[in-house]
């Protein structure tokens, strides 16, 4: 049981165009939701962040969208470069009782995002 | 230097051989995970630990162990090795002492390659 899915497995895109990668979950107990991004023979690496109680979280380039009705948030990367190429994993952080998240991530499986010049 | 670092990187084992992977992190956090990706599921969780005291199965445990023998090193063995446990295995780390959007975020070693022939 898939609980956070990233359903293309891959993206290309232009540079300087907009990157949009989309993540779904299932889980109405997820609060917390990261963004990594990993590239070939290194770990993944934390890049952009929401709680559950905004919306809308921005970083540079990076912004991060919630929509907690649709149970579905996406990342925005906008202009897209080349070295944005990688591999970018959605994860959830589940609520546990007293309203602190456990800090246990569930990951969905990746989306490639490959970024031409 | 590496904060969160992986021995070996990479290695090429039998069916029914017993392997040991190594973390260890310099990082100062009381929390670490061993995950494995394969292509197409992302990363899994197969055991985490919040304090050298406290270990807890993943959604993939079967098949692996775990030992936590100081704040710092967190190993993974797999005891009769089979070819389905090829993989690439991460370890990560986080502190379970932050608060605010730090909670969460978990640090990632460089991974180890393993193939069981």
């Known amino acids: 049981d898939q609980q956070v899915k990233q359903n293309s497995p891959s993206l290309s895109v232009q540079e300087g165009r907009i990157s949009i990668l989309n993540c779904d979950y299932t889980?109405?107990?997820?609060?917390?939701f990261l963004w990594y991004k990993k590239y070939p023979a290194e770990g993944p690496t934390f890049l952009i962040s929401?709680?559950?109680?905004?919306d809308k979280n921005e970083d540079g380039r990076f912004t991060v969208f919630l929509n907690k009705s649709a149970k579905h948030l996406s990342l925005h990367i906008v202009p897209s470069q080349p070295g944005d190429s990688a591999v970018y994993f959605c994860?959830?952080?589940?609520?546990?009782?007293?309203?602190?998240?456990?800090?246990?991530?569930?990951f969905g499986q990746g989306t490639i995002l490959t970024v031409h010049p | 230097d590496a904060d969160v670092t992986q021995t070996p990187r990479n290695r090429i084992t039998k069916t029914g051989k017993r392997i040991m992977l190594e973390c260890s992190q310099t990082?100062?956090?009381?929390?670490m995970y061993w995950y494995r990706q394969d292509p197409g599921l992302g990363l899994r969780l197969i055991y985490y630990s919040f304090d050298v005291k406290d270990i807890n199965k993943g959604e993939i445990s079967d098949g692996y162990s775990v030992s936590r023998q100081a704040q710092a090193k967190f190993s993974l063995s797999l005891e009769s090795a089979i070819p389905n446990q090829t993989a690439l295995y991460f370890c990560a780390t986080s502190d379970g002492r932050s608060s605010g959007t730090s909670y969460n975020e978990q640090f990632f070693g460089p991974g180890t390659r393993l193939t069981v022939l």
């Open positions: 889980n109405s107990m997820f609060d917390y």
């Open positions: 994860a959830a952080s589940e609520v546990q009782a007293g309203g602190t998240s456990y800090g246990k991530l569930t």
């Open positions: 929401i709680s559950s109680i905004k």
């Open positions: 990082k100062g956090h009381d929390r």
